[in-house]
Every structure is written in C-alpha cells, then in structure tokens.
T-cell receptor, first 113, second 115 residues
C-alpha cells in the first residue's frame, strides 16, 4: 500500500546534539512538508519541498534543516540551534501542492533529555 | 496572513447524536480551499472533508458534512450519528488557491464521544 513512513516513532536527544528524522513516501507525490505540533497548538510549517533538490522555509525554520535528494525522501534535521525541540513532528506529501489536501505520516515524537 | 480559529477547545457528544464543530478564518482572498482533518489517539492525521470556496454547495462525506458560509468566513463540521471511533482531535485548515504552498491550521477541537 502507498503511504508515508516516518521513523523512528520515538526519539530522544541530548541537549547540544543534532538529530535526523526520516520521512519516506511511495505515493509518487512531488511536494513534501514538515510540520511541528505542540500541545494546544495547531500544526506549524517548518519546511516544504515542491521538487527534488529544492526546498523552502516555512514559518518556523530556525534551528532546522532539510534535504531533498530523492523524490521519495525528505529528512528533517533538528540542530542544536533549535531552542525548544521537544515536540511531535509530522511529515506530509501532496500531489498538487495541497489543493486536494495532504497525506500525512504517523509522526515522530522527539524528546530532549 | 490567513488565520484559522477554532473557538471550541473541547466538545462532547452522545453516541448516535449529532455534533457541530466551529471554524472561522480570516482572509482577503476570494478563492481558496478549506479542510477538516481528524487526528485520533494514534496521531495519524486523516482528511475528513474538503470544500472549494467557489462552490456554493456544501461538501458531504457520509456522516460528515460542512456548513460553508463564505460571507461570514465560517466553515463548520457536522458529524451525524456519532460513533465511538469519531473521538479525536479535529483540525480546520485553509489553503490559498494561488501559488501559496501551505495549509494553515487552527488549534483544534478535542471531540469526546460518550457511550
């Protein structure tokens, strides 16, 4: 079945460390997105990519980095510059830049210890 | 910038009853798309229903329907014959019809379904 796979489901990071969250899709979607979800908040856009080798900052890109070397993959690195990285991270993709809506992965819960 | 407001942090409904979740949005655009997403305890986001602003007819998907009031910038979700599996966080989202890429989400409404 086609879908989006995020791994790991749970991730623990020590302060000062970089960590990479994986996102893979087999839907043949061109666009991919990373959102952050905090308790009591909606989803906030971190980065998005419309095509391979191109990506754009979203509303809260500071402290994060991404790459898009393959159509299927859009990994997110949470760097030590991110001051409050503990959150739930959702990856999504769309075939049409979101006009028909997004397909989401099951998320990664990142905790800084 | 567009904003999406869900004024009900929590709602509850009895099984088999009907519940309406509210959503308002702020935009100066005339063409856009609106969505309702469901996030159950598994935290997987699931698209429930979608509405195109240029269509006057309200979208329906089985037990789910919307009341789209463009002039009032209101987009409420009605769930009929509520089931225990409907218990979830529900998010309203807005997308501009132009080249703007992103979905803007409200903060969500937590729906509890009582047996």
């Amino acid at each position: 079945d086609g879908g989006i796979t995020q791994s790991p489901k749970y991730l623990f990071r020590k302060e000062g460390q970089n960590v990479t969250l994986s996102c893979e899709q087999n839907l043949n979607h061109d666009a991919m997105y990373w959102y952050r979800q905090d308790p009591g908040q909606g989803l906030r856009l971190i980065y998005y990519s419309q095509i391979v080798n191109d990506f754009q900052k979203g509303d809260i890109a500071e402290g994060y980095s991404v790459s898009r070397e393959k159509k299927e993959s859009f990994p997110l690195t949470v760097t030590s510059a991110q001051k409050n990285p503990t959150a739930f991270y959702l990856c999504a993709s769309s075939i049409d830049l979101g006009v028909l809506g997004y397909t989401f992965g099951s998320g990664t819960r990142l905790t800084v210890v | 910038a567009q904003t999406v407001t869900q004024s009900q942090p929590e709602m509850s409904v009895q099984e088999a009853e009907t519940v309406t979740l509210s959503c308002t949005y702020d935009t100066s655009e005339s063409d856009y798309y609106l969505f309702w997403y469901k996030q159950p305890p598994s935290r997987q986001m699931i698209l429930v229903i979608r509405q195109e602003a240029y269509k006057q007819q309200n979208a329906t998907e089985n037990r789910f329907s919307v009341n789209f009031q463009k002039a009032a910038k209101s987009f409420s979700l009605k769930i009929s014959d509520s089931q225990l599996g409907d218990a979830a966080m529900y998010f309203c989202a807005y997308r501009s019809a132009d080249s703007n890429y992103k979905l803007t989400f409200g903060k969500g409404t937590l729906l509890t379904v009582n047996p």
